[in-house]
């Protein structure tokens, strides 16, 4: 069984070309569960938290809440090795996240300084990266969900969209 953070390393170097073959398809699909479990536990910790319904203190919270979960998980995708042919998409996609990460933390406090409208600014930057298509594309679909906490409006809450989450609406 290989590490998380050792997918692309597994097997060893006297193996045949097919075996390497074998070796990668294998590390691909790791790579994908791992990266899929990872995202499932996000969203299940993000819809966990309270249902903001229009009220921006309680999204404000749920975004103070989110980002810590989102900043975890995106430690935990960064470990990963994705195979070779994805290690450029992959490397995208996590430089994405950390943008989202840090606009939201921007974001988070615009709110608290009560500056809606620059809070909003930052939200729409967040929303500008893509990084649901990029998951898409890595084979990572629970990647790319847009979730919220239980029963918000949509867009009512914050996150860096390792799971597609949008920043907080309003």
Do not use: H, M, Y
Request: proline share 4%; charged share 10%; with cysteine.
């Amino acid at each position: 069984v290989c590490a998380a953070g050792g997918l692309a390393g597994c097997g060893g170097s006297n193996s045949s070309s097919s075996t390497a073959a074998s070796l990668s398809v294998a590390a691909g699909a790791n790579f994908a569960n791992l990266a899929s479990q990872i995202c499932a536990n996000t969203d299940s910790q993000i819809e966990a938290l309270p249902a903001a319904n229009g009220d921006v203190n309680t999204a404000t919270t749920d975004v103070q809440q989110a980002l810590p979960i989102e900043n975890a998980a995106i430690a935990q995708l960064r470990d990963l090795t994705p195979p070779a042919a994805q290690q450029q998409a992959f490397t995208t996609w996590i430089s994405g996240l950390d943008r989202k990460a840090a606009l939201t933390a921007q974001e988070v406090t615009a709110l608290q300084a009560g500056n809606g409208s620059e809070a909003q600014v930052f939200q729409q930057q967040v929303q500008a990266i893509n990084t649901n298509s990029q998951a898409t594309s890595l084979g990572l679909p629970d990647c790319a969900k847009n979730v919220q906490p239980a029963g918000a409006a949509s867009g009512a809450t914050g996150a860096t969209g390792v799971t597609g989450a949008q920043g907080s609406g309003g």
